[in-house]
């Protein structure tokens, strides 16, 4: 038999490299910050560690630690392969360049079913206008157009620069009624394609956001109560919530609306 010290001088090793046994290391948890972090959960149970490390104004790794070791961490949705169609991406240099809107379904619970309405700001993602209504018309579009153009000219009228609103091809944004009404305000009207809501995706995403931290959260037990909870969550999405597109900051305080 040889050795242990020859075969290390043969291949030219120190014989440490053989001996040496990996201690594992004990990952200790910040208990006052896991407290912490815990209350924000409760708060926000979709949130991941870099918008909590955000909220919670400390550094994204030990956050991350402290989901992974107590099995808190969000578990990511599968991505499995999608076949993409022509890129239409809902982009803009500067506000009022682009807008976006769409409608989705809320249950209210004695009033049923009500239709939301919003229009949204390509390049700061604000919340410009919104209408939750009973009747899923064109008027409840109309409504949340409307509202956006007090909100960001003042009154309503005719707008005197070149202003877009995308939408998808529903029967709502393509009516005769809304198309006149676009025309009326001086809108380009922009359609995705066919059967691609991912060139819609900016207000798909912002839907999915609303029912996972709100809608979802809440079971409203009429229409009013869920205009009041809906409101409430609109106004801490665009004045609060940290936007991961925007590095984290609140719609409203994107620098180009301070400029």
């Known amino acids: 038999m040889v050795s242990l010290v020859k075969l290390c001088r043969w291949l030219g090793l120190p014989r440490r490299t053989l001996y040496y046994r990996p201690k594992p290391r004990r990952r200790e948890i910040n208990t006052e910050l896991a407290d912490k972090v815990k209350l924000a959960l409760e708060q926000f149970p979709t949130y991941g560690y870099r918008r909590l490390a955000c909220i919670l104004g400390e550094n994204r790794k ?53 239709s939301l309405a919003v229009i949204i700001d390509c390049c700061t993602r604000e919340i410009l206008g919104w209408r939750l209504s009973d009747n899923g018309s064109s008027k409840t579009a109309e409504a949340a157009l409307e509202e956006a153009l007090v909100h960001r000219f003042g009154a309503l009228g005719r707008v005197h620069q070149a202003l877009a609103l995308r939408s998808d091809n529903g029967l709502v944004f393509s009516s005769r009624h809304y198309t006149a009404t676009m025309k009326a305000y001086g809108l380009t009207q922009e359609f995705t394609t066919p059967y691609t809501p991912e060139q819609n995706g900016l207000v798909e995403r912002f839907f999915r956001s609303l029912k996972e931290e709100c809608i979802w959260l809440n079971r409203f037990e009429s229409l009013g109560q869920a205009r009041a909870l809906i409101g409430r969550w609109i106004r801490y999405y665009n004045e609060e919530r940290p936007h991961q597109s925007l590095d984290y900051v609140a719609p409203r305080a994107h620098p180009a609306l301070a400029a």
């Open 62 to 114: 030990p956050i991350q630690r402290i989901l992974q070791l107590k099995g808190w961490q969000v578990r990511k949705r599968p991505q499995g392969f999608r076949p993409r169609a022509r890129s239409l991406p809902s982009v803009a240099s500067r506000p009022d360049e682009r807008w976006t809107t769409d409608l989705t379904h809320v249950w209210c619970g004695k009033d049923r079913r009500a």
